[in-house]
């Protein structure tokens, strides 16, 4: 494979200096920094050691042993490691603070010195990137990312680092390669060629031209590259320099740059040639779409008569079917009858036992009792049967019943009774009751029932994993290897906590893999006597236990907690819950990645008998899923010094304390990061909302509270508000706006049964008072279309003619032009409003200057779900999450489909978009034809540090693809694999890789 040209400059010229100074054909070992993937230094240097140092490295390159992952100006290498240190193209991404500490590094790794190449700003340069920059964003839509930093961070001044190598008495080589104009050149040929394959080749040609043509003559300036070769050994200096004197002597000759110039005009047919080849291809391809679909509808035709045939045949037997039906029910209801007959001859033999089947009895009566619970609730008739023959089968083991019940067992039974008769009169006590039931003895009560109501179906093939002994040795190898190791402080607040369940959480932590830990434990005046023993028997120099003479609840006893720690770090850990063996080593292993000042997990409920179950598998930050619900929870890591900060938990906050804390301390911090792994069990007690969700009413208050004083914080006094939502713990945040027109965008090709619906839903149910609709006629030609169009006497509605091939972007962009609003509603012609602040949501949040996208709840007819977000990665490409699923709210293990949240993108079905935005980002892709753009624009919006939003307040009806074929051009998958590419590859930031790509309803991937 031919070496890029721009890659080519670089190594060659770091080769030739290199191998000018060895002596007796040595080799070195030699350290580049910034490497990437390519490892072209030992394409060059083939005979010497290499090692590659960047601050990221891949994870598939993390076991290699030839890199290094590190800071380039504070290295994990010991001086005078290297013989010599190579950085190209690295110097320039530098920020300008720490430029001397980089050349600093370089100096003090190796022996002999270091070779830097980089672009600096001299003559030209800039204005040239500039100009390249502006060519790679009118092709693609955005900024060429390292084009980009060059201009953000400034390009570094030759004179300044001359300046510091004066001053550092290091002797240097310096000379400039790559002529400004053929470096523009050449580098708006590799732009042109980007993402699309059939150029590749002779883009590579072209590569190889300069390479063998021009490279060796390409040193008369001005040039785009500034080389530095810095040593202390005079004598390499002296070698290097002769190679400088000979190769500034040729200039590039006129004719090399002639045909140079005849390459990139044929690149540039080539180009043309390629999009108008692929539109061919893609017009045949859907020709003969077409011709199978006709084949197919004959085909559909010439069974018609058979289908018919075979329908009336099945009609005959019906008769005979609907007999056979009722003599069945009526089996049923004789079998019924005898099986009443049966319970109530048990019932009277009930009161005859004999010592030896007291057991049994026991058994007897907690069957009697689930059966009147199943009575209670409803249960189907098939289920009471099964109830009275296992009663029946069990009792006819046993020999008859002589004795009288023996008092302890009547009395028992006549608890039992009485239960139940609440139970009749009030059936929403059913679960208090059944626990009332168990405390008693009636331990059997451990009913499918209870756990059908608790557990999910999407979760109940989830079977907790602990880590094993190799692995548990493996980790702790890592750990020795960490750079970074802070303490971590444990936080537990005690008030009369059962000691089973204290141990079992402190025990937790003892077990960590990771030692560097302390417990800090406040009693908060408990008055159980057993809390009070535990506490005062505990020995271990790593727990600091404080008792609080005054009761003063779970904020002031968590405060008083945290000023016991030493750790630089804070972890929350509730009295009753436990964290897995891995939790503080998952914690150190990210910071040592990345120092964040925030960190949380996922996590899953453990029952009283220490089952898991429940696992809640979270997104990355999310901040308006925050506003949303406290979706954060557990495993909540942070920074002491960032908990000082913002001035501790709240007192007012009670119950939404950790609530509170992390939207105050995300208004300071934007360093939050999300470890994707159940590393936290909540326990499930009677008094926790793990279990009981009502058990702490005054909580949900003081979330509500808590987020609307955040919401002024962050929007200002009368610029957002939170209310409560129809659901427990979630709230809806709202955002005041002045008036502005929204322009809704409709393309459309006559299909006026879809059209007509939706534009009058907009007319008739829409609150918003300013908005204009624009109709983008796309090529209609049907009478009744254009009729109705020439009947639009709405002042609000406008049609426009967009008379050229099919190309959603184009039409949208072509609506945008002729739109006089602030911010633009995309909407498709086969969607019908449902609630009537659809359009004041969608406004209010595209308006926010944080906001990219925002997208809504679409349904089919049927009232299923069409649209509740997109994820990329699902089902290969993208699709929409919780798809054909009922629009309820539940406990899936992601997140509710009817909570407002981040998303990488939402459908253009229904989107939003602020003027102000498009004016930021661009306008849609045009290079798409149907399908891609609109998951391409909000990506978009993610590089400029925008935040997608769906909000499934908006509610509209979509009659999805009725409007158009099914048929996706192939120039949409090319274009959909380049831009989706990298979230292909790492995932969805707002998914979670623990979740199935190949479900639409959110499941454990089960290894995938």
């Known amino acids: 494979m031919v070496v890029p040209f721009d890659q080519y400059q670089r190594y060659k010229n770091a080769a030739d200096l290199i191998n000018l100074i060895r002596e007796d054909n040595k080799a070195f070992s030699i350290l580049e920094v910034g490497a990437n993937e390519h490892k072209n230094l030992e394409k060059f240097l083939v005979t010497d050691k290499i090692t590659y140092l960047d601050i990221i490295v891949p994870e598939e390159l993390k076991s290699d042993p030839s890199y290094i992952e590190g800071d380039a100006t504070n290295m994990p290498i010991e001086t005078d490691t290297f013989d010599l240190v190579i950085a190209l193209d690295v110097f320039e991404h530098i920020s300008p603070l720490l430029r001397q500490n980089f050349i600093s590094e370089l100096m003090r790794v190796s022996k002999h010195g270091f070779i830097l190449a980089a672009p600096f700003n001299t003559t030209g340069v800039e204005n040239a990137e500039i100009r390249a920059n502006k060519y790679f964003e009118t092709m693609y839509g955005f900024n060429y990312q390292w084009l980009e930093e060059h201009r953000q961070n400034g390009l570094p001044e030759a004179g300044q680092l001359i300046d510091f190598l004066n001053e550092k008495q290091w002797p240097y080589l310096h000379f400039t390669h790559g002529r400004v104009d053929i470096w523009e050149k050449m580098i708006k040929i590799h732009f042109l060629a980007t993402g699309r394959s059939s150029l590749y080749s002779y883009r590579e040609s072209i590569d190889d031209y300069y390479n063998t043509n021009i490279y060796q003559n390409d040193f008369n300036g001005p040039c785009y590259r500034n080389f530095f070769f810095v040593s202390e050994n005079l004598n390499m200096i002296k070698k290097t320099m002769k190679m400088i004197d000979t190769k500034n002597e040729n200039p590039v000759s006129v004719n090399v740059l002639e045909n140079l110039d005849n390459l990139e005009k044929d690149l540039i047919n080539l180009s043309v040639y390629d999009l108008t080849h692929k539109e061919l291809i893609s017009k045949n391809f859907e020709l003969k779409q077409k011709d199978e679909l006709i084949e197919k509808v004959l085909y559909d035709v010439k069974q018609k008569d058979e289908l018919i045939e075979k329908f009336t045949n099945e009609m005959q037997n019906k008769e005979e079917l609907l007999r056979r039906k009722n003599a069945i029910n009526e089996e049923l209801n004789d079998l019924i009858t005898m099986k009443e007959q049966d319970y109530k001859r048990l019932e009277s033999e009930k009161q005859l036992v004999s010592t030896e089947n007291l057991s049994l009895l026991e058994q007897v009566e907690i069957l009697h009792t689930e059966v009147n619970l199943l009575k209670e609730e409803n249960s189907h008739k098939d289920n009471y049967v099964q109830q009275l023959e296992l009663i029946s089968q069990q009792l006819r083991i046993k020999n008859r019943i002589k004795k009288i019940v023996p008092k302890k067992l009547r009395s028992k039974i006549k608890f039992g009774q009485t239960v139940f008769k609440k139970l009749k009169d009030n059936p929403s006590l059913a679960k208090k009751g059944i626990n009332e039931l168990r405390r008693n003895g009636f331990n059997s009560l451990n009913s499918k029932m209870h756990s059908a109501v608790t557990v999910s179906e999407l979760t109940s093939d989830y079977a907790y994993q602990d880590i094993n002994l190799e692995e548990i040795e493996e980790l702790k190898i890592e750990i020795e290897k960490f750079t970074y190791r802070p303490l971590i402080s444990i936080i537990i607040p005690v008030y009369n906590v059962e000691p089973k369940w204290l141990e079992i959480a402190i025990n937790s932590v003892k077990e960590q893999l990771y030692s560097f830990w302390e417990i800090c434990i406040v009693d908060d005046s408990s008055d159980n006597i057993n809390t009070i023993k535990y506490l005062e028997g505990i020995d271990d120099p790593r727990i600091k236990i404080k008792t609080l003479k005054i009761n003063s609840g779970i904020s002031s006893a968590s405060n008083e907690a945290v000023s016991l720690a030493e750790g630089e770090y804070i972890a929350l850990l509730d009295n009753d819950d436990e964290i897995t063996r891995d939790a503080l080593y998952q914690v150190v292993k990210s910071l040592n990645k990345e120092k964040s000042d925030i960190l949380y997990s996922d996590e899953d409920k453990v029952d009283e008998y220490g089952k898991k179950k429940c696992p809640l598998h979270k997104p990355d930050w999310s901040p308006d899923l925050l506003r949303s619900q406290m979706y954060i929870g557990h495993f909540l890591v942070f920074k002491r010094e960032l908990f000082h900060e913002v001035g501790g938990f709240r007192t007012e906050f009670n119950g939404s304390q950790d609530y509170d804390l992390v939207l105050r301390m995300s208004e300071r911090s934007s360093k939050i990061h999300h470890i994707p792994k159940v590393l936290y069990s909540w326990r499930e007690l009677e008094t926790s909302t793990a279990l009981n969700p009502y058990s702490k009413p005054y909580a949900h208050t003081a979330g509500l509270a808590a987020l609307n004083e955040h919401l002024v914080r962050v929007f200002g006094e009368g610029n957002a508000y939170a209310t409560e939502d129809e659901h427990l713990f979630v709230y809806d945040s709202r955002y005041k706006i002045k008036t502005i027109k929204a ?189 891609g753009s609109d998951v391409e624009i909000s990506l978009r919006a993610l590089q400029h540090n925008l935040v997608n939003i769906y909000d499934p307040h908006v509610r509209l009806y979509h009659l999805e693809s009725k409007s158009r074929s099914s048929y996706i051009p192939p120039i949409d998958f090319e274009l959909s694999a380049l831009f989706y590419g990298p979230y292909l590859k790492s995932g969805d930031p707002y998914f979670n890789k623990n979740l199935s790509l190949n479900s639409l309803v959110p499941k454990l991937s089960q290894g995938e």
């Not at 967009?802 to 609003?821: C, M, Q, R, T, V």
């Not at 906001?851 to 990665?873: F, M, N, R, S």
């Not at 999450?881 to 992601?894: D, L, R, T, V, Y």
């Not at 997140?895 to 980002?921: E, F, H, Q, W, Y």
């Open 743 to 931: 322009s809704i965008i409709i393309p459309t090709k006559d299909k006026i049964e879809l059209l007509e619906p939706c534009v009058s839903s907009i007319i008739q149910k829409t609150k918003y008072p300013d908005y204009e609709i624009i109709i983008v006629n796309n090529n209609s030609v049907e009478q009744e279309t254009l009729d109705w169009f020439k009947q639009q006497n709405d002042k609000n509605v406008k049609i426009i003619d967009a008379n050229y091939d099919f190309n959603w972007s184009k039409l949208n962009n072509h609506g945008i032009k002729e739109a006089s609003g602030e911010v633009f509603i995309f909407l498709n012609n086969d969607t019908v409003v449902i609630k009537e602040d659809w359009l004041q949501r969608l406004v209010e949040k595209a308006q926010r200057d944080d906001v990219g996208t925002v997208g809504g709840l679409l349904l089919y007819e049927d009232k299923t779900i069409q649209h509740a977000g997109v994820v990329i990665g699902l089902g290969g490409w993208a699709d929409h999450i919780f798809k054909s699923m009922a629009p309820n709210h539940f406990g899936s293990p992601f997140i509710s489909p009817m909570v407002t949240r981040n998303v990488i993108a939402s459908t253009g079905a229904c989107l939003a978009i602020s003027k102000k935005t498009l004016d930021k980002i661009g306008l849609f892709n045009e290079d798409f034809i149907i399908c």
